[in-house]
Protein backbone atom coordinates (compact mmCIF):
# COMPACT_ATOMS: atom_id res chain seq x y z
CA UNK A 1 0.00 0.00 0.00
CA UNK A 2 1.59 3.09 -1.11
CA UNK A 3 0.59 6.84 0.76
CA UNK A 4 0.13 10.66 -0.41
CA UNK A 5 -1.28 13.53 0.61
CA UNK A 6 -2.48 15.72 -2.54
CA UNK A 7 -3.11 19.01 0.16
CA UNK A 8 -5.14 17.59 2.75
CA UNK A 9 -7.20 15.28 1.02
CA UNK A 10 -5.35 11.76 1.53
CA UNK A 11 -4.69 8.84 -1.47
CA UNK A 12 -3.70 5.45 -0.67
CA UNK A 13 -2.76 2.76 -3.55
CA UNK A 14 -4.11 -0.76 -3.38
CA UNK A 15 -6.12 0.20 0.02
CA UNK A 16 -7.42 -2.20 2.00
CA UNK A 17 -11.06 -1.40 2.10
CA UNK A 18 -12.27 -4.83 4.41
CA UNK A 19 -11.30 -2.66 7.72
CA UNK A 20 -13.91 0.20 6.51
CA UNK A 21 -16.88 -2.00 6.67
CA UNK A 22 -18.85 -3.45 9.27
CA UNK A 23 -18.36 -7.02 7.96
CA UNK A 24 -14.60 -6.32 8.12
CA UNK A 25 -14.90 -7.99 4.55
CA UNK A 26 -13.68 -7.51 0.70
CA UNK A 27 -9.99 -6.85 -1.16
CA UNK A 28 -8.30 -3.42 -1.67
CA UNK A 29 -9.57 -0.67 -4.11
CA UNK A 30 -7.01 0.23 -6.60
CA UNK A 31 -7.26 3.94 -5.15
CA UNK A 32 -8.20 5.48 -2.00
CA UNK A 33 -9.21 8.70 -1.77
CA UNK A 34 -10.52 10.60 1.97
CA UNK A 35 -12.25 13.93 1.91
CA UNK A 36 -13.02 15.83 4.19
CA UNK A 37 -14.76 18.73 3.05
CA UNK A 38 -17.69 19.13 0.24
CA UNK A 39 -15.09 20.88 -2.12
CA UNK A 40 -12.76 17.48 -2.09
CA UNK A 41 -15.28 15.42 -2.43
CA UNK A 42 -16.42 17.13 -5.41
CA UNK A 43 -13.37 17.17 -6.52
CA UNK A 44 -12.29 13.52 -6.19
CA UNK A 45 -15.95 12.81 -8.41
CA UNK A 46 -15.18 15.36 -11.22
CA UNK A 47 -11.36 14.16 -11.99
CA UNK A 48 -12.63 10.11 -11.59
CA UNK A 49 -15.32 10.81 -14.22
CA UNK A 50 -13.02 12.93 -15.91
CA UNK A 51 -11.08 9.85 -16.31
CA UNK A 52 -13.68 7.37 -17.04
CA UNK A 53 -12.29 5.97 -14.11
CA UNK A 54 -15.09 3.50 -11.96
CA UNK A 55 -16.46 5.11 -8.53
CA UNK A 56 -16.78 3.85 -5.12
CA UNK A 57 -18.42 6.00 -2.65
CA UNK A 58 -17.77 4.64 0.79
CA UNK A 59 -19.10 6.39 3.91
CA UNK A 60 -19.55 4.08 7.01
CA UNK A 61 -19.35 1.04 5.55
CA UNK A 62 -22.33 -0.38 7.38
CA UNK A 63 -24.33 -1.49 4.26
CA UNK A 64 -21.49 -2.56 2.05
CA UNK A 65 -20.66 -6.25 0.89
CA UNK A 66 -17.07 -5.97 -1.16
CA UNK A 67 -15.64 -8.81 -3.19
CA UNK A 68 -12.70 -10.84 -2.37
CA UNK A 69 -10.79 -9.51 -5.35
CA UNK A 70 -11.82 -5.58 -4.48
CA UNK A 71 -12.23 -2.60 -6.54
CA UNK A 72 -10.71 -1.86 -9.52
CA UNK A 73 -11.01 1.99 -9.68
CA UNK A 74 -11.29 5.12 -7.14
CA UNK A 75 -12.91 4.29 -3.68
CA UNK A 76 -13.86 7.63 -1.93
CA UNK A 77 -13.90 8.01 1.28
CA UNK A 78 -15.99 10.75 2.89
CA UNK A 79 -15.40 11.73 5.82
CA UNK A 80 -17.09 15.22 5.83
CA UNK A 81 -17.94 16.84 9.19
CA UNK A 82 -21.12 19.38 9.84
CA UNK A 83 -23.92 19.20 12.60
CA UNK A 84 -25.69 22.02 12.65
CA UNK A 85 -29.25 22.64 14.63
CA UNK A 86 -31.19 25.78 14.29
CA UNK A 87 -34.83 25.59 15.48
CA UNK A 88 -36.31 22.28 14.84
CA UNK A 89 -34.06 22.29 11.73
CA UNK A 90 -31.10 20.09 11.50
CA UNK A 91 -28.29 20.20 8.83
CA UNK A 92 -25.91 17.10 8.31
CA UNK A 93 -22.60 16.77 6.36
CA UNK A 94 -22.40 13.27 4.85
CA UNK A 95 -19.74 12.04 6.80
CA UNK A 96 -21.32 12.78 10.24
CA UNK A 97 -21.62 9.33 11.85
CA UNK A 98 -25.79 8.82 11.92
CA UNK A 99 -25.60 7.52 15.50
CA UNK A 100 -24.49 10.57 17.47
CA UNK A 101 -26.51 12.45 15.33
CA UNK A 102 -29.38 11.21 17.03
CA UNK A 103 -28.25 11.54 20.35
CA UNK A 104 -27.78 14.76 19.48
CA UNK A 105 -30.78 15.55 18.94
CA UNK A 106 -31.92 14.22 21.52
CA UNK A 107 -30.32 15.87 23.73
CA UNK A 108 -31.49 19.15 22.22
CA UNK A 109 -35.52 17.85 22.76
CA UNK A 110 -36.37 17.53 19.34
CA UNK A 111 -38.50 13.97 18.26
CA UNK A 112 -38.32 12.45 14.37
CA UNK A 113 -35.40 10.17 14.80
CA UNK A 114 -35.18 9.02 18.38
CA UNK A 115 -35.83 5.32 17.31
CA UNK A 116 -33.21 5.62 14.56
CA UNK A 117 -30.47 5.27 17.56
CA UNK A 118 -28.36 2.51 17.30
CA UNK A 119 -27.86 2.78 13.70
CA UNK A 120 -24.46 2.90 12.52
CA UNK A 121 -23.02 4.18 9.18
CA UNK A 122 -22.87 7.60 8.41
CA UNK A 123 -25.48 10.52 7.52
CA UNK A 124 -25.10 10.75 3.95
CA UNK A 125 -26.56 7.18 3.63
CA UNK A 126 -29.68 8.05 5.30
CA UNK A 127 -31.75 8.99 2.49
CA UNK A 128 -30.07 6.66 -0.26
CA UNK A 129 -31.54 3.98 1.67
CA UNK A 130 -34.58 5.99 3.55
CA UNK A 131 -33.21 4.05 6.68
CA UNK A 132 -36.17 2.68 8.92
CA UNK A 133 -36.50 0.88 12.25
CA UNK A 134 -38.95 0.62 15.09
CA UNK A 135 -41.59 2.65 13.38
CA UNK A 136 -39.05 5.76 12.17
CA UNK A 137 -37.78 6.23 8.66
CA UNK A 138 -35.65 9.14 7.19
CA UNK A 139 -38.18 9.87 4.52
CA UNK A 140 -40.74 11.60 7.36
CA UNK A 141 -38.31 14.63 8.22
CA UNK A 142 -35.97 14.78 5.66
CA UNK A 143 -36.86 18.01 3.93
CA UNK A 144 -33.92 18.44 1.15
CA UNK A 145 -30.98 16.36 0.00
CA UNK A 146 -28.08 18.34 -1.13
CA UNK A 147 -26.14 16.44 -3.51
CA UNK A 148 -23.55 16.59 -6.51
CA UNK A 149 -25.07 15.76 -9.36
CA UNK A 150 -22.57 14.04 -11.62
CA UNK A 151 -24.80 13.94 -14.60
CA UNK A 152 -25.26 17.73 -14.93
CA UNK A 153 -21.55 18.53 -13.17
CA UNK A 154 -23.30 20.91 -10.69
CA UNK A 155 -24.12 21.03 -7.14
CA UNK A 156 -27.96 20.42 -6.52
CA UNK A 157 -30.86 20.55 -3.77
CA UNK A 158 -33.46 17.80 -4.00
CA UNK A 159 -36.21 18.57 -1.74
CA UNK A 160 -38.18 15.36 -0.39
CA UNK A 161 -40.43 14.92 -2.94
CA UNK A 162 -38.36 14.99 -5.65
CA UNK A 163 -36.61 11.85 -3.37
CA UNK A 164 -39.03 9.45 -4.69
CA UNK A 165 -38.60 7.90 -1.25
CA UNK A 166 -40.74 4.34 -0.48
CA UNK A 167 -39.52 1.04 1.60
CA UNK A 168 -35.42 1.20 1.78
CA UNK A 169 -35.19 2.66 -1.50
CA UNK A 170 -34.74 6.49 -3.12
CA UNK A 171 -34.49 7.90 -6.28
CA UNK A 172 -30.52 7.54 -5.12
CA UNK A 173 -30.78 4.51 -5.00
CA UNK A 174 -32.61 3.66 -7.98
CA UNK A 175 -29.97 5.83 -10.01
CA UNK A 176 -26.89 5.03 -7.80
CA UNK A 177 -24.21 6.66 -10.66
CA UNK A 178 -26.12 9.78 -10.73
CA UNK A 179 -26.07 12.00 -7.48
CA UNK A 180 -23.01 11.58 -4.62
CA UNK A 181 -25.43 13.38 -1.29
CA UNK A 182 -23.11 16.10 0.07
CA UNK A 183 -25.45 16.90 2.95
CA UNK A 184 -28.99 16.41 4.29
CA UNK A 185 -31.44 18.25 6.27
CA UNK A 186 -34.61 17.24 8.26
CA UNK A 187 -37.59 18.89 10.07
CA UNK A 188 -37.90 17.80 13.65
CA UNK A 189 -40.14 18.18 15.71
CA UNK A 190 -40.31 19.98 19.33
CA UNK A 191 -42.58 17.90 21.44
CA UNK A 192 -41.91 19.33 25.01
CA UNK A 193 -39.01 16.42 25.09
CA UNK A 194 -41.40 14.05 24.53
CA UNK A 195 -40.80 11.41 21.40
CA UNK A 196 -42.73 11.38 18.38
CA UNK A 197 -45.72 9.35 18.74
CA UNK A 198 -44.85 5.08 19.12
CA UNK A 199 -45.11 3.15 15.88
CA UNK A 200 -43.72 -0.01 16.66
CA UNK A 201 -45.39 -2.41 19.10
CA UNK A 202 -42.24 -3.94 20.56
CA UNK A 203 -41.22 -0.54 21.57
CA UNK A 204 -44.42 0.29 23.34
CA UNK A 205 -44.28 -2.64 25.18
CA UNK A 206 -41.10 -2.35 26.15
CA UNK A 207 -41.64 1.16 27.79
CA UNK A 208 -45.06 0.03 28.92
CA UNK A 209 -47.08 1.89 26.57
CA UNK A 210 -49.58 1.85 24.02
CA UNK A 211 -48.71 2.60 20.20
CA UNK A 212 -49.60 5.97 19.67
CA UNK A 213 -48.24 7.65 22.79
CA UNK A 214 -45.40 9.54 23.46
CA UNK A 215 -42.40 9.19 25.90
CA UNK A 216 -39.40 10.77 27.17
CA UNK A 217 -36.85 11.55 24.40
CA UNK A 218 -34.23 9.87 26.40
CA UNK A 219 -36.10 6.89 27.48
CA UNK A 220 -37.18 6.28 23.36
CA UNK A 221 -33.81 6.34 22.69
CA UNK A 222 -32.75 4.11 25.20
CA UNK A 223 -35.19 1.50 24.74
CA UNK A 224 -34.63 1.23 20.94
CA UNK A 225 -30.79 1.04 21.82
CA UNK A 226 -31.49 -1.76 24.44
CA UNK A 227 -33.58 -3.83 21.58
CA UNK A 228 -31.36 -3.54 19.18
CA UNK A 229 -28.32 -4.83 21.33
CA UNK A 230 -30.23 -7.47 22.43
CA UNK A 231 -30.18 -8.30 18.39
CA UNK A 232 -26.71 -7.72 17.59
CA UNK A 233 -27.18 -4.45 16.04
CA UNK A 234 -25.55 -2.22 17.52
CA UNK A 235 -21.61 -2.65 16.69
CA UNK A 236 -19.36 -3.91 19.12
CA UNK A 237 -15.90 -4.75 17.81
CA UNK A 238 -15.69 -7.96 20.57
CA UNK A 239 -19.13 -9.59 19.02
CA UNK A 240 -19.24 -11.22 16.10
CA UNK A 241 -22.99 -10.72 16.04
CA UNK A 242 -22.35 -7.41 15.23
CA UNK A 243 -19.30 -7.65 12.20
CA UNK A 244 -22.68 -7.87 9.85
CA UNK A 245 -24.31 -5.11 7.61
CA UNK A 246 -27.48 -5.40 10.18
CA UNK A 247 -30.63 -6.79 8.61
CA UNK A 248 -29.38 -8.71 5.11
CA UNK A 249 -32.51 -9.02 3.80
CA UNK A 250 -35.67 -6.54 3.02
CA UNK A 251 -39.06 -7.30 4.19
CA UNK A 252 -40.36 -8.68 0.96
CA UNK A 253 -43.94 -6.42 -0.31
CA UNK A 254 -45.84 -8.81 -2.06
CA UNK A 255 -48.98 -7.97 -4.19
CA UNK A 256 -52.57 -9.54 -2.62
CA UNK A 257 -52.43 -12.06 -4.93
CA UNK A 258 -49.06 -13.13 -4.05
CA UNK A 259 -49.99 -12.69 -0.28
CA UNK A 260 -52.46 -15.32 -1.07
CA UNK A 261 -50.72 -17.66 -2.60
CA UNK A 262 -47.95 -17.12 -0.05
CA UNK A 263 -50.36 -17.47 2.82
CA UNK A 264 -51.57 -20.61 1.37
CA UNK A 265 -47.92 -22.21 1.39
CA UNK A 266 -47.63 -21.20 4.87
CA UNK A 267 -50.33 -23.41 5.93
CA UNK A 268 -49.28 -26.40 3.80
CA UNK A 269 -46.34 -26.13 5.33
CA UNK A 270 -46.84 -25.43 8.75
CA UNK A 271 -50.28 -26.03 9.13
CA UNK A 272 -53.86 -24.90 8.61
CA UNK A 273 -53.47 -22.47 11.99
CA UNK A 274 -49.96 -20.75 10.63
CA UNK A 275 -50.21 -16.92 9.96
CA UNK A 276 -47.23 -15.30 8.48
CA UNK A 277 -46.79 -11.64 9.80
CA UNK A 278 -48.74 -9.08 7.98
CA UNK A 279 -48.56 -5.34 7.35
CA UNK A 280 -50.36 -2.96 5.39
CA UNK A 281 -47.99 -1.44 2.66
CA UNK A 282 -50.04 0.40 -0.24
CA UNK A 283 -53.36 -0.12 -1.46
CA UNK A 284 -53.07 -3.14 -2.88
CA UNK A 285 -49.93 -4.79 -1.19
CA UNK A 286 -48.85 -6.68 1.97
CA UNK A 287 -45.84 -6.71 3.77
CA UNK A 288 -44.17 -9.44 5.52
CA UNK A 289 -41.31 -10.51 7.89
CA UNK A 290 -37.64 -11.75 6.09
CA UNK A 291 -36.58 -12.94 9.66
CA UNK A 292 -39.90 -14.94 9.80
CA UNK A 293 -39.42 -16.89 6.54
CA UNK A 294 -36.13 -17.27 6.88
CA UNK A 295 -36.45 -18.67 10.24
CA UNK A 296 -39.63 -21.00 9.43
CA UNK A 297 -37.88 -22.36 6.28
CA UNK A 298 -34.93 -24.14 9.19
CA UNK A 299 -32.53 -21.34 9.27
CA UNK A 300 -32.33 -20.48 12.49
CA UNK A 301 -30.23 -18.42 14.75
CA UNK A 302 -26.84 -19.25 14.73
CA UNK A 303 -26.91 -21.64 11.66
CA UNK A 304 -24.09 -22.11 9.60
CA UNK A 305 -21.00 -24.37 10.18
CA UNK A 306 -18.33 -22.08 8.66
CA UNK A 307 -16.89 -18.73 9.42
CA UNK A 308 -19.95 -17.12 7.81
CA UNK A 309 -22.78 -17.63 9.96
CA UNK A 310 -26.46 -16.55 10.57
CA UNK A 311 -26.27 -14.26 13.88
CA UNK A 312 -26.85 -15.92 17.31
CA UNK A 313 -29.66 -13.29 18.29
CA UNK A 314 -30.96 -12.27 15.51
CA UNK A 315 -31.85 -14.26 11.91
CA UNK A 316 -32.33 -11.37 9.49
CA UNK A 317 -28.25 -10.65 10.44
CA UNK A 318 -25.96 -12.41 8.35
CA UNK A 319 -22.55 -12.48 10.06
CA UNK A 320 -18.44 -12.75 9.76
CA UNK A 321 -17.41 -14.75 12.73
CA UNK A 322 -13.62 -13.39 12.21
CA UNK A 323 -12.23 -15.46 9.28
CA UNK A 324 -14.57 -15.46 6.50
CA UNK A 325 -14.26 -14.20 3.11
CA UNK A 326 -17.14 -12.65 1.18
CA UNK A 327 -17.46 -15.72 -1.03
CA UNK A 328 -18.50 -17.43 2.49
CA UNK A 329 -20.78 -14.55 3.47
CA UNK A 330 -22.18 -15.30 -0.32
CA UNK A 331 -22.42 -18.88 -0.44
CA UNK A 332 -24.55 -18.59 3.07
CA UNK A 333 -26.79 -15.35 1.55
CA UNK A 334 -27.23 -17.65 -1.77
CA UNK A 335 -28.48 -20.85 0.93
CA UNK A 336 -31.19 -18.77 2.87
CA UNK A 337 -32.50 -17.34 -0.52
CA UNK A 338 -32.74 -20.46 -2.12
CA UNK A 339 -34.25 -22.13 0.73
CA UNK A 340 -36.72 -19.64 1.39
CA UNK A 341 -37.65 -19.50 -2.06
CA UNK A 342 -38.34 -23.56 -2.10
CA UNK A 343 -40.55 -23.67 1.64
CA UNK A 344 -42.35 -20.74 0.27
CA UNK A 345 -42.56 -19.12 -3.12
CA UNK A 346 -40.73 -15.94 -2.21
CA UNK A 347 -37.72 -14.44 -3.09
CA UNK A 348 -35.50 -12.42 -0.62
CA UNK A 349 -33.59 -9.44 -1.72
CA UNK A 350 -30.36 -8.25 0.14
CA UNK A 351 -30.15 -4.66 1.51
CA UNK A 352 -26.50 -3.97 1.51
CA UNK A 353 -24.88 -2.78 -2.10
CA UNK A 354 -22.60 -5.84 -3.82
CA UNK A 355 -19.77 -4.30 -5.14
CA UNK A 356 -18.01 -6.83 -7.63
CA UNK A 357 -20.32 -9.47 -6.33
CA UNK A 358 -24.04 -10.59 -6.72
CA UNK A 359 -26.49 -13.54 -5.08
Excluded at 193 to 204: D, N, Q
Excluded at 205 to 217: K, T
Aim: aromatic share 6%; charged share 25%; with cysteine.
Amino acid sequence: MVSRSLGRVQELHDAPLAPLTTFRLGGPATRLVTATTDAEVIAAVRAADADGTPLLIVGGGSNLVIGDKGFEGTALRIATRGCELAGTRLELAAGETWTDAVARTVEAGLAGVECLAGIPGSAGATPIQNVGAYGQEVATTITEVIAYDRREGETVTLTAGECAFSYRHSRFKADPERFVVLRVRFELEDADGLSAPLKYAETARALGVEPGDRVPLAEARETVLKLRAGKGMVLDPQDHDTWSAGSFFTNPILTDADFAVFHARVRERLGDGAEPPAYPAGEGHTKTSAAWLIDKAGFTKGYGGGPARISTKHTLALTNRGSATTEDLLALAREVVAGVREAFGVTLVNEPVMVGVGL
